[in-house]
């Protein structure tokens, strides 16, 4: 019954019986693009949306956008950045906190790009004679790394999205599990938090206790924290700089010439309030 109707009435007059009327409307949906995440989704459990993702589908940004980066309240919560990325991500199962670091700065990237344009001009102290100048950094020159170059480093993937990190000097095997950006916002209010109550900074230990999972396969917390207290300094730099080397994200490196006294360097693009709020 229902397929013979369907197929006489089609049959019967193409055009639809009621007119269209044309009614004024405005299309609100914000555009999307897709953005690769430098993870390629790898390091995320199998639980999580990112999974195996090579990329992530996020909004353009909006004028709602725009009010959330100024808000002075956000902003003083230190929160506005990731309210920003939590709205412009289209998949709402996607969590901000575990978004990868790398991962986050890809999107923050993106979004900057297609809501400003790729010119980032903000303020550089030259490194050499200490002149502060505008610099304009260009953002679509930034590139990925993919965590991928471990040449002549003793550093081994397992099973579980980490690494195991060979120390030249106590020969520890070190495995380390890359940072979530949650991770990172423990960690920066851990380091404001003694620097407040003028403790003495641990920022390297603290930072390592926190990548660190397991010593020689020893995964008791305090013991762990009481070998990297002791840990030789030139173990402890080799560990933090093998971790360096596998941690995927952006190249935020670019050329930079004073224009004071001519000094040329490769700095850090600064992520700092500027890098939305910068003058086209
Ligand atoms: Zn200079």
Redesign the pocket.
Known sequence: MRDNSKRLSAGADPAPAVAAQPVPTLDFSTPTEIVDLPSRGRFYPEAHPLHGAEAIEIKFMTAKDEDILTSPTLLKKGIAIDRFIQNVLVDKRINVGSLLSGDKNAILVASRINGFGADYTTKVT??????V?EHTFDLAEVEEYLGDDLEGLDIQPTEHGTYIISLPRTKFQVEVKLLSNKDENELAQQMEARKKSKRLETNLTDQLRKIVVSINGVEDRSLISQAIDAMPAFDSRYLRSAYLKVVPGLDMTQHFT??????GKEVDIPMTVDFFWSKQ
């Open positions: 030259c490194p050499n004679c200490s002149t100048g004073c224009g004071a006294c001519g000094f």
